[in-house]
């Protein structure tokens, strides 16, 4: 996060200012969700959620809400990277194929940008399990918010 975007949330109280990982923390559903970024750039994100009880659908497979909720939380991290000045970003679009379930461990998650246009930032993630097998594939569309 620039020093600018800092400085802005720091005049507005944001918690982001003061939490010791300020791109995670301006997102408070990622918080609650208990997503963790591991590295953050302009060509990769990466962040992990691990499997819990109360994170699971029937039979104690964690939820796909779970898994689109950390996509889409890496997946608006890396667009808000590769930004111009002075804009932001929301998802208009989002695309998720499940493959596997999960039943215990964690999931690791992979965003990298696909396209970095004017108006929108392509954005696919890869979620993937403890053994490395492909658990979901999101690609996401998001707007360049200017102005």
Known sequence: ???????????????????????????????????????????????????????????????????????????????????????GTSTIESKTNFFRAVREGTVHGRARPVHVGRTTIGVQTELRDDQDRLVALTFQTQAVLTG
Do not use: K, Q, Y
């Open 1 to 87: 996060m620039t020093s600018e975007v800092m400085a802005a949330l720091r005049v507005l109280g944001h918690p982001a200012a003061m939490d010791d990982d300020p791109l995670l923390s301006a997102m408070p559903f990622a918080v609650s969700s208990g997503f963790e970024l591991l590295e953050r750039g302009a060509d990769l994100v990466e962040g992990r959620v691990d499997w819990a009880p109360e994170r699971c659908t029937a039979a104690g497979i964690l939820h796909g809400a779970v898994l689109m909720g950390l996509a889409d939380t890496l997946g608006a991290v890396c667009a808000f990277l590769n930004l111009p000045p002075g804009a």
